[in-house]
């Protein structure tokens, strides 16, 4: 059975700084793509950050560009995403989810998501 299971959300301060963490388990996690969305409330999910298995080669939205960086480690089932310089906007539910695709780069949907971890920015 796949799993994935987010952590490390919180409150955090404009200009201040949070890490996520995500474990997945069920699938052979080194040769699949990791990616992080975010829903804030009334709006609609929005991809954040994803990263190739293998290549370390990582994509992210214009809004978090510079300011986010996703990792992942391989050996222990894991993907990180890194919040620094946070803006109150930064406020939402974060996800993680997979699918089976070996790349970032293909637009197909997301298969198998976390139960998601608060992030909330204040000024």
């Known amino acids: 059975e796949v799993q994935v299971a987010e952590s490390g959300g919180g409150l955090g301060q404009a200009g201040g700084s949070l890490r996520l963490s995500c474990v997945a388990s069920g699938f052979r996690f080194a040769e699949f793509a990791m990616g992080w969305f975010r829903q804030a409330p009334g709006k609609e999910r929005e991809a954040v950050a994803c990263?190739?298995?293998?290549?370390?080669?990582?994509y992210y939205a214009d809004s978090v560009k510079g300011r986010f960086t996703i990792s992942r480690d391989n050996a222990n089932n894991m993907v990180y995403l890194q919040m620094n310089t946070l803006k109150p906007e930064d406020t939402a539910r974060y996800y993680c989810?997979?699918?089976?695709?070996?790349?970032?780069?293909?637009?197909?949907?997301?298969?198998?998501w976390g139960q998601g971890t608060q992030v909330t920015v204040s000024l």
């Open positions: 990263i190739n298995p293998t290549d370390g080669n990582s």
């Open positions: 989810a997979t699918r089976f695709i070996t790349s970032c780069t293909p637009s197909a949907p997301y298969d198998f």
